[in-house]
């Protein structure tokens, strides 16, 4: 938790965006996993609720009244039993004094506060929820059906905390640079247990235990697979071969709940071989490329242009695509390849504020998003970048067989791919390199101070020296 002031002047701040009318910003309960008292763990805090009120404890809702200019921290106290199990902690209104709040009420009177303001017809403002729990007790105290809640959601909120939480604070810099130590340790362990006849389960594990025992816990399920091609490939029980690449996209959270997020694709065996390194040279020069145009002002939507560009370029020397650079791009032909966005925005969510729609966080009324064609309609984070931003650069090269099949039955974009030599590579994999990147005065740099291995001579002689 940072300091009281920061809560007050968040809130302040967000009581001066939104008009008129009640914020109620709804904290997580606990989730059951396989029975209710056997939960998933460790207990994750609403990262909006954590932005504007702190506190780290299931069951509360925060509330904002605007034009009374008062504020409330919703929640039950623990009994005795609860001492028992759990042991002692802070009752609501200490919690609430922690954060600056002076209100405190049981939960119950949630309800007659919603009553009051629906009865004067007062503007209620909350955000769209995700979890189920959260759904229904929207729908107990507001009426409203769990599949409009999202339509419902006010808009005039949603942009306000999109403006607040995608510019971040010094000290917020500072938690994200805790999260990429831990994220170093993380895959410079994979890199040292990455070897012929272990499971990609064995190394995933590992890797989520780093997380655990520096931070909170991972930011994301952990991806570590030889199946790189698999965007979402989690470890599976599968015995890593000599001659193929494994991939690691994985990522911490801090105690305080700041992300990293990184990807490193590593040759099994320590050696890359002759055609990995051919695209591996690829993806690492579209990665750094990305170092040299993101800056203040430059749209991130023309970043990711940028790079499928070099990366249509580059594959056109290898001979697996051809035709106009432009024009393939254009086309959508480089998604064969890349199938989704360049990068996203970071923060206290890996995928930062995805739960308030992705359209409200990386687009806006100037930078719409691509919805039509396949690769670049999964672009995540398309507008002007600010000085304050923390984005990911997340390039990356994929051979998927069923996708190729696809594509050349199809005929489709066969003026830009060849597909005969593609057949080829039926059996690569994929590789993927991702850092974080903050959006500076004049430019961007790395978060992070220590850089996990990724040229290839270092990726090399990282794991020969480490194992
Ligand atoms: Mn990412």
């Known amino acids: 938790m940072f300091d009281k002031q920061t809560y007050v002047n968040r809130r302040a701040r967000l009581r001066s965006l939104v008009n008129d009318g009640i914020i109620i910003i709804f904290g997580n309960n606990e989730s059951p996993c396989n029975y209710p008292s056997n939960g998933y763990y460790p207990f994750r805090q609403d990262s909006s609720f954590l932005y504007y009120f702190g506190l780290n404890r299931d069951g509360l809702v925060g509330v904002i009244d605007i034009d009374n200019n008062s504020e409330t921290v919703f929640g039950n106290d623990i009994d005795i039993e609860d001492i028992v199990w759990y042991g002692s902690v802070d009752s609501v209104h200490d919690l609430a004094a922690q954060v600056g709040v002076e209100h405190t009420a049981p939960m119950r009177a949630l309800k007659n506060t919603c009553n009051e303001a629906l009865r004067q017809k007062r503007r209620i403002h909350f955000l769209p929820p995700y979890r189920h729990d959260i759904k229904i007790q929207i729908f107990d105290l507001l009426g409203i059906h769990p599949v409009q809640q999202k339509e419902a959601a006010s808009m005039e909120l949603i942009k306000a905390v999109v403006s607040m939480r995608s510019v971040k604070e010094q000290q917020e810099i500072e938690e994200l640079e805790r999260a ?29 235990g780093i997380a655990h025992s ?6 994301f399920p952990t991806i570590y697979s030889q199946h790189g091609e698999i965007m979402h490939g989690n470890p599976s029980m599968s015995v890593l071969q000599a001659g193929r690449l494994a991939l690691c996209d994985a990522g911490a959270e801090t105690i305080n709940n700041y992300c990293s997020d990184n990807t490193r694709t590593m040759p099994v065996s320590g050696t890359f071989t002759q055609r990995q390194l051919e695209i591996y ?3 690492e020069a579209c990665h750094d490329h990305v170092l040299e145009v993101a800056k203040p002002g430059v749209k991130y939507f023309d970043v990711h242009l940028a790079v499928c560009r070099l990366m249509t370029e580059r594959l056109k020397e290898l001979g697996l695509m051809k035709g106009d650079t432009d024009e393939a791009v254009a086309a959508g032909a480089h998604a064969m390849f890349l199938p989704h966005g360049l990068g996203h925005m970071m923060g206290m969510d890996v995928h930062d504020m995805e739960g308030l729609g992705q359209t409200n966080v990386g687009f806006d009324e100037e930078t719409r998003p691509n919805l039509e064609q396949f690769g670049t309609n999964a672009l995540r984070m398309g507008r002007r970048l600010q000085k304050g931003f923390v984005v990911t650069d997340e390039p990356g090269i994929y051979f998927i067989p069923a996708l190729i099949d696809e594509w050349k ?47 290839p001579k270092d990726v090399e002689a990282f794991m020969q020296n480490n194992q």
């Open 281 to 283: 040279s690829i993806v």
């Open 409 to 455: 039955a199809d005929g489709h974009c066969k003026e830009f791919i060849n597909f005969d030599l593609l057949e080829t590579y039926k059996d690569f994999g994929g590789i993927r390199i991702e850092d974080d990147i903050l959006i500076t005065e004049d430019g961007c740099r790395f978060i992070g101070e220590k850089r996990i291995p990724y040229h």
């Open 180 to 208: 990429a130590e831990i994220g170093y340790l993380m895959h410079t362990t994979a890199m040292r247990l990455t070897r012929p006849g272990v499971t990609e389960k064995f190394v995933g594990g590992q890797v989520d």
């Open 214 to 219: 520096y931070g909170a816990m991972t930011s």
